[in-house]
């Protein structure tokens, strides 16, 4: 509910709970747009956004870009960013450089990996560490029909999945129609547990 979401960002603004970090890295233009809106309408009444703890914002959002169009990535995106200072989040940016030789994905990753062992551990934030496309929504059913919706804050879910489970050190989060791997591997897996159940096999 809503008066336990102010309740929890209370809590963070008292130093009771972690800050976020939200984490992103890219080579491509991605959905930036999309992303502001779902952080921005699934934390709305919450006061979340406009949190401070010590002075610095419950939520901080890295971005980092790699390749040729990093600058023109972010001059296009220049309004989803403003929006989003603009709410209370810490915005930061970073042109990232990785080994030569490796995939896009693997470049992201080591780029990802830096920043977040670079981290202050004074705040301990909890990471967030997202795929270039992934928005704060989600797809439910109102009056019979699916629609895309943000019916509760992210955010403060997690915060209360750590309260539960405070020793959880990592979380992986499943976002159901696009594992990271071909979709020629996907459709193995599934026909291989097909197989195995009409034949009663492990």
Not at 22 to 41: K, M
Not at 151 to 174: A, C, K, M, Q, T
Request: hydrophobic share 40%; aromatic share 8%.
């Amino acid at each position: 509910s809503f008066a336990d979401a102010r309740t929890m960002t209370n809590e963070g603004i008292n130093g009771e709970r972690r800050p976020f970090q939200i984490v992103i890295a890219t080579d491509r233009q991605l959905p930036l747009g999309d992303i502001v809106d779902s952080i921005i309408l699934s934390t709305e009444g919450t006061g979340l956004l406009q949190g401070r703890f010590n002075g610095t914002p419950l939520v901080s959002f890295h971005l980092m870009l790699r390749g040729e169009n990093s600058i023109r990535i972010l001059e296009q995106n220049d309004r989803h960013i403003e929006r989003l200072q603009k709410a209370g989040v810490n915005f930061t940016f970073e042109e990232c450089y990785s080994s030569a030789g490796v995939s896009q994905l693997t470049s992201a990753r080591e780029c990802a990996l830096q920043f977040i062992r670079n981290l202050s551990k004074e705040t301990s934030p909890i990471i967030l560490w997202l795929d270039d496309d992934l928005a704060f929504d989600s797809l439910i059913p109102v009056n019979g029909k699916i629609k895309l919706c943000r019916p509760w804050s992210f955010f403060h879910e997690i915060w209360r999945y750590h309260e539960i489970f405070p020793n959880v050190s990592i979380g992986l989060g499943d976002v159901t129609g696009a594992p990271p791997l071909p979709a020629s591997s996907t459709l193995h897996t599934n026909m291989v547990d097909l197989v195995a159940n009409l034949r009663c096999s492990p």
